[in-house]
């Protein structure tokens, strides 16, 4: 291994000779070869509710994230962020809220997306905003995706994003991995058009799989296609890649390459240096231009699927303010603090290492350059010589290197000595050499520690000055299907939560009923209440030990649940992630689900649950108390103080809180929901809450 002296003297004099390296590589930049300009490196904030939790952390810990998400030269220092538009239904993780609901609702302050492209833009204004769907609420195009409907609701999404938040958008797909349709985009551009949105560029049509680039080939034929679609994006071009025709026919068109999500599902440096052979990668086989990785930050229950590896950063404990960044953090920071949308990649300057790896150089409008390397497939140390030209900048360079021991730390500077530098590489590296200036490793010192979810704990949902300020979300609930949303009571008492999703929507996943959760996957035994009102022909119910809420594609969750209908019927419910919930409320099906056990016979999907009674005189019109107590293998379920069911179960010994809506047909439940309480069992005092009662508002009242 080459000495830091040794190495110090190799690159400042330009040297070519290292004994423990392999035979050097020429690499040839010049300034005025040209390339194609680079669109930037980012994340997905979406695909998922993936960035829930980070609305409900105070300050400073919550701005300190997003600095290190956005802010410039100091973390990750994003250039794109693309985001979900939501559409009311599970697209892996959990749902997002419509900004309509109905046709006739349009709200332009749900959700918290309309937040973190505010954050993202305020902190680098140069960062470019990108948005796709992955679903859509039933009403749209009476359950057609591919519709005038849905092309308006884009509209409208965008439109609000202008006239609510101050905010341009610059690019949108037709919609996320759920296949092709070209006189949709047709259609799209058009309704753009006549919106005064000719400047949105449409994407299309954010596929994975080996038949993705399947309908490229219309381009050549279709002159209102290709009029249409501006930017050629697809997903997961490091599995599937660009073939050469595809580039070449791209090219002779003028339409970029995007990739859209691109996907690193791995642990620590591992992940770090797979992100930026990635980065790479992108360009070198494919002329991808425009990289986007799957996701930004992990704001989310770590039960949840994808809790945590894919993610930049983790910060899903907002009751005690602790986060913490991921190497792969510092991954994007190689590619983000070394380059801005609009530089390009410099012909010449980008390829594969001989000894192993890939490099890429970027160029500013300027003399300016940033060349970015990374040697994961390297087995030994390797020289590569740059000869410097054509205009490019002659003052010393910056270097800053990651490898398993250390992410993002300066090296000594480099000097070219007439025109030529000299790098020696080292395997499972990451460096990158720039004449820019101002490259940090931003930190703000110890987060607070990591606290389990305070226990026990209430919510009257009061705390809410004004619903809009919070994005009508309350603290800590995770919607995994269905919205619940902060709302006046209807008798006017104060503030409560309601499902308001009417019908089904078009999801990108399958769906269980409307469900969100809260607290600790690690709770055993403990009660769980909440007051209910029901408003339609749809029940609702509380749910515990919740320890599932499905893999990504599908989000039926396992745990249990007491409902109870309109006309008073109700049923204690295990649910054991598949499409069909089981009652256990009586002798019978508790044999045969012994029996299932045993035989190993599927259940059916889609079963419903027996009620195991129905409460005498039950007033749909007013409000019900409903609570589950657990303790060991015993589980006891009350409405209004009365004990209803008393079974033992011994399926699920810990798990989650939870509210549900039950459907009915195609609409769901409606209901209202108001003062939530989990407690040890046989708590009767009020319960003080361990953390402030004060949220944190996203939005200005």
């Known amino acids: ?222 002159a209102e296609l290709r009029e249409s679609i501006d930017i050629i994006s697809n997903h997961t071009m490091t599995e599937v890649p660009a073939s050469a025709e595809v580039q070449r026919l791209a090219e002779s068109l003028g339409k970029p390459l995007w990739n859209t999500e691109e996907h690193i599902y791995l642990k620590g440096f591992d992940c770090e240096i797979k992100l930026v052979k990635a980065f790479n990668e992108n360009y070198v086989g494919n002329g991808v231009t425009k990289i986007v990785n799957w996701y930004l930050v992990a704001s989310l229950y770590p039960l949840e699927p994808y809790g945590v590896d894919p993610a930049a950063m983790i910060a899903n404990s907002p009751w005690s303010g602790s986060y913490r960044t991921r190497e792969v953090l510092w991954g994007y920071a190689h590619y983000g603090q070394f380059s801005e949308v609009g530089w390009k990649y410099l012909n010449g300057g980008c390829g594969k290492l001989d000894g192993g790896g890939s490099f890429v150089t970027l160029k500013s409008p300027g003399a300016d350059y940033s060349v970015i390397v990374e040697t994961n497939d390297a087995s030994a140390p390797q020289t590569v010589t740059f000869n410097v030209g054509g205009g490019l900048s002659s003052q010393p360079l910056c270097v800053w290197r990651s490898n398993e021991r250390e992410q993002f730390i300066q090296q000594a500077s480099i000097t070219p000595q007439h025109g030529t530098f000299t790098l020696t590489l080292d395997p499972k590296s990451i460096y990158s050499v720039s004449t820019t200036t101002g490259q940090t490793k931003g930190t703000f010192g110890e987060p607070p520690h990591e606290q389990n979810f305070p226990f026990p704990y209430s919510e009257n949902f009061e705390g809410y000055d004004t619903p809009r300020a919070y994005g009508y979300l309350a603290r800590y609930t995770a919607d995994i299907s269905g919205v619940f949303e902060l709302s006046d009571r209807p008798d006017g008492k104060g503030l409560c939560l309601r499902q308001t999703v009417p019908v089904k929507p078009m999801s990108w996943a399958p769906e269980w009923m409307p469900y969100t959760i809260i607290g600790d996957s690690a709770w055993t035994d403990y009660a769980v209440s909440v007051d209910v009102l029901l408003t339609n022909d749809g029940g609702a119910g509380v749910m515990g030990r919740i320890n599932d809420v499905g893999g990504g594609y599908g989000c039926t969750p396992k745990g249990y649940y007491l409902r109870v209908s309109p006309a008073g019927a109700y049923a204690l419910i295990a649910i054991d992630g598949k499409a069909g919930p089981q009652d256990i409320g009586d002798k019978e099906n508790q044999e045969r689900l012994k029996a299932e056990a045993v035989t190993g016979k599927p259940r059916p999907q889609g079963e419903q649950g027996v009620a195991t009674g129905v409460l005498a005189g039950f007033d749909r019109t007013k409000w019900h108390t409903m609570k589950l107590e657990f303790s060991g293998d015993s589980i006891t379920g009350y409405i209004d103080g009365q004990k209803v069911v008393a079974t033992k179960d011994t399926r699920f010994s810990h798990g989650m809180a939870g509210l549900v809506a039950c459907d009915h047909g195609q609409e769901l439940s409606t209901a209202y929901y108001d003062n939530l309480k989990i407690s040890p069992l046989g708590e009767t005092k009020p319960i003080a809450n361990a953390v402030s009662t004060n949220p944190t508002p996203i939005y200005a009242n």
């Open 1 to 222: 291994m080459t000495t830091f002296r040794t190495f110090f003297s190799i690159i400042t004099l330009g040297l070519t000779f290292s004994a423990s390296a392999t035979a050097s590589q020429s690499v040839s930049l010049q300034g005025n070869a040209g390339g194609k300009v680079f669109e930037g490196i980012g994340a997905v904030s979406g695909g998922g509710a993936t960035s829930v939790l980070l609305k409900d952390y105070p300050e400073p810990q919550r701005s300190q994230v997003l600095d290190f998400l956005f802010k410039p030269k100091f973390g990750a220092s994003m250039s794109v962020l693309l985001v979900e538009v939501p559409g009311d239904g599970n697209s892996t993780q959990g749902s997002e809220p419509s900004h309509m609901h109905t046709r006739d609702d349009l709200n332009l302050y749900r959700g918290y997306e309309w937040w973190i492209m505010s954050e993202a833009k305020k902190r680098n204004p140069h960062l470019t905003l990108d948005a796709v769907a992955w679903g859509a609420p039933g009403w749209v195009g009476n359950g057609n995706f591919w519709s005038q409907d849905m092309a308006d609701y884009y509209v409208k999404w965008i439109q609000g994003l202008k006239s609510a938040h101050g905010l341009q958008l610059d690019a949108i797909g037709c919609r996320n991995e759920k296949g092709v349709d070209l006189p949709f985009a047709k259609l799209f551009r058009a309704t753009l058009n006549s919106a005064g949105l000719q400047r949105v560029r449409l994407h299309g049509f954010d596929n994975w799989g080996d038949k993705k680039f399947d309908w490229v080939g219309a381009l050549s034929t279709d």
